[in-house]
């Protein structure tokens, strides 16, 4: 778990000590940039948010509870930051999709060649980030902190603050759209 | 609902464990029947796999050496703030100390103050007077070292 891992530099930090700020910084950078430009897409403004986040980090580590996971805080503070940024951008861009009761894969053909095998992989992988950046914040964000991130659904429900149940109706519609997401843009492809 | 149907609600969460014990065996024996099942069980693991693998974005060394910059500032003042707590809790401490254990001699030198200069008042008003001007001294020697470590935040801003 983080807080054992990073608890002494949390502490000195608390106190101001710069070398344990250098430790966390390069402890979290990518995982924490990462994140920020999964919510984000631009990475200028990932940068503007990436500081504003160290910058939050600092003004709250005194409240911080070093019994507490790490990690969870750090990405709640990131998550806040994002979120922030996004409503005063385009109010309502959070919103999920609708639910309108069909499966999302509704319409592409069950028998569809499901020949998955057939196509390189780093072409998948593209298909797959540009399947995963056409997603809606929230669900970039949940499949990046379960998959990138690798959280347990537990940590999960920690950085959103939200009940462990709806971080699995959320996680599992957003794998349902990531993946009709990626179907859909095979066949556009004209990959088999 | 039939089997399928309910299967299929639980694909997505199957492949990666985050569903009940019971539910992932139900998965497993379903699957083993359900072609169709079987495929999207395939591609949501595919997808999974992927997601894992994907490069991570870094960020820039100037992004880097930016934010080390901005946080400087704030970090000298909690050194200062930590620094200022360093300093006054042994001042608090000792003037505790000092008090209690001069009490018997500023008592006594109030009572020969009184008796000897015959001035007005009791004993006790002339310890607290010696005791009101001990505790203005630390007070001050405080209130320096406070004063030294705001200008010193002042010049680190």
């Known amino acids: 778990m983080a807080p054992s891992r990073a608890g002494g530099d949390i502490l000195a930090v608390q106190r101001g000590d710069p070398d344990a700020f250098d430790s966390l910084l390069s402890r979290y950078q990518n995982r924490l940039y990462r994140y920020l430009l999964r919510w984000v897409h631009e990475p200028a403004t990932a940068d503007d948010l990436f500081q504003q986040t160290w910058m939050r980090v600092l003004e709250h580590i005194h409240s911080y509870d070093p019994g507490r996971d790490f990690d969870a805080w750090l990405f709640a503070v990131a998550r806040n930051i994002a979120i922030d940024h996004l409503r005063r951008r385009r109010p309502g861009s959070l919103d999920e999709p609708r639910e309108d009761g069909q499966p999302l894969s509704a319409g592409l053909s069950s028998d569809a060649p499901g020949a998955l095998e057939l196509v390189l992989r780093s072409e998948q992988a593209e298909l797959v980030q540009k399947a995963l950046a056409s997603q809606p914040p929230l669900f970039r964000e949940i499949l990046s902190l379960r998959f990138e991130e690798e959280m347990k659904l537990e940590e999960i429900a920690q950085v959103l603050g939200i009940p462990l149940g709806s971080v699995k109706s959320r996680l599992s519609r957003a794998l349902e759209h990531l993946r009709a997401a990626f179907l859909r843009m095979q066949l556009e492809d004209g990959t088999p | ?157």
Not at chain 2, 54 to 77: D, G, N
Not at chain 2, 109 to 126: C, D, E
């Open chain 2, 1 to 157: 609902m039939s089997e399928h149907d309910h299967i299929v609600r639980l694909l997505p969460l199957a492949g990666t464990g985050d569903i009940a014990p019971d539910e992932i065996r139900r998965v497993q024996e379903h699957l083993a029947s359900c072609t169709e099942c079987r495929r999207v069980s395939e591609e949501y693991a595919f997808l999974g796999t992927t997601l894992r693998g994907l490069p991570t974005p870094q960020p820039s060394a100037e992004l880097l050496a930016q934010v080390r910059v901005m946080v400087a500032p704030r970090l000298a003042q909690k050194q200062a703030r930590n620094g200022d707590a360093l300093v006054l809790a042994p001042l608090v401490a000792a003037s505790w100390i000092v008090a209690l254990a001069t009490l018997p001699w500023v008592r006594a030198a109030g009572a020969w103050i009184l008796t000897g200069w015959h001035l007005p008042g009791g004993s006790f008003a002339h310890a607290l007077a010696i005791y009101s001007v001990l505790g203005f001294l630390l007070a001050s020697v405080a209130a320096l070292a406070v004063g030294r470590r705001a200008s010193a935040i002042g010049r680190v801003q």
